[in-house]
């Protein structure tokens, strides 16, 4: 099995969507609490940080938080698929009115270090009219012998969350709006 058989998921950032968002964390201190560490003197209290549209998908302020719907944990663990757990949590909507049956999505399984392949620089067209080309590259990949074959995992020191083949096919047989999913193999970076 190779990298090219691996995605990931991320917002896609579609108007007035509801975010959330959780007071007094660090940027550490979410990817710890994606990785399914304590937090000390943190509850997990979502409130609202934009837009009003409540999906199956509730992305966060903080890039590596991720909120589902019972219903998308339920088919989840209905596959069986490892790797993962879901934290309850209290979420409010704009009105301060309790928002029941979501969860935080956290992850257990792991892979070692990621690393990007010079190989695929790509020079690649400005995303607004006013910007300028930029060299990217093209994938992440990482060793499959560091993965611990896990459905759900992260590789070390990031945030990202990566899944297999299997994971894919359940959660777009759910057609989850607000949610994009793509192959690690077509991830852009930029080169800095």
Request: glycine content about 6%; overall charge negative; charged content about 25%.
């Given at each position: 099995?190779?990298?090219?058989?691996?995605?990931?998921?991320?917002?896609?950032?579609?108007?007035?969507?509801?975010?959330a968002t959780i007071n007094g964390l660090t940027s550490?201190?979410?990817?710890?609490?994606?990785?399914?560490?304590?937090?000390?003197?943190?509850?997990?209290?979502?409130?609202?940080?934009?837009?009003?549209?409540?999906?199956?998908?509730?992305?966060?302020?903080?890039?590596?938080?991720?909120?589902?719907?019972?219903?998308?944990?339920?088919?989840?663990e209905k596959n069986n698929f490892s790797g993962f757990?879901?934290?309850?949590?209290?979420?409010?909507?704009?009105?301060?009115?309790?928002?029941?049956?979501?969860?935080?999505?956290?992850?257990?399984?792991?892979?070692?270090?990621?690393?990007?392949?010079?190989?695929?620089?790509?020079?690649?067209?400005?995303?607004?009219?006013?910007?300028?080309?930029?060299?990217?590259?093209?994938?992440?990949?990482?060793?499959?012998?560091?993965?611990?074959?896990?459905?759900?995992?992260?590789?070390?020191?990031?945030?990202?969350?990566?899944?297999?083949?299997?994971?894919?096919?359940?959660?777009?047989?759910?057609?989850?709006?607000?949610?994009?999913?793509?192959?690690?193999?077509?991830?852009?970076?930029?080169?800095?």
């Amino acid at each position: 099995m190779g990298c090219n058989e691996f995605y990931f998921f991320e917002e896609t950032f579609t108007r007035n969507y509801f975010r959330a968002t959780i007071n007094g964390l660090t940027s550490k201190d979410s990817i710890n609490l994606l990785r399914g560490k304590k937090i000390d003197n943190v509850s997990l209290n979502f409130e609202p940080s934009q837009g009003s549209r409540i999906k199956d998908y509730i992305p966060t302020t903080y890039v590596s938080l991720h909120l589902f719907s019972n219903k998308i944990f339920e088919e989840l663990e209905k596959n069986n698929f490892s790797g993962f757990r879901k934290v309850p949590i209290n979420l409010k909507d704009g009105n301060s009115n309790n928002i029941e049956g979501y969860s935080l999505l956290t992850v257990t399984g792991k892979c070692g270090k990621t690393f990007k392949d010079e190989k695929t620089i790509q020079t690649l067209p400005p995303i607004t009219e006013f910007g300028k080309a930029m060299d990217h590259y093209i994938g992440i990949f990482f060793d499959v012998d560091t993965w611990d074959g896990s459905d759900f995992f992260m590789p070390e020191e990031t945030g990202f969350i990566f899944f297999t083949e299997r994971v894919k096919e359940v959660l777009l047989k759910l057609n989850i709006s607000n949610l994009t999913i793509t192959n690690i193999k077509d991830i852009e970076t930029i080169v800095s």
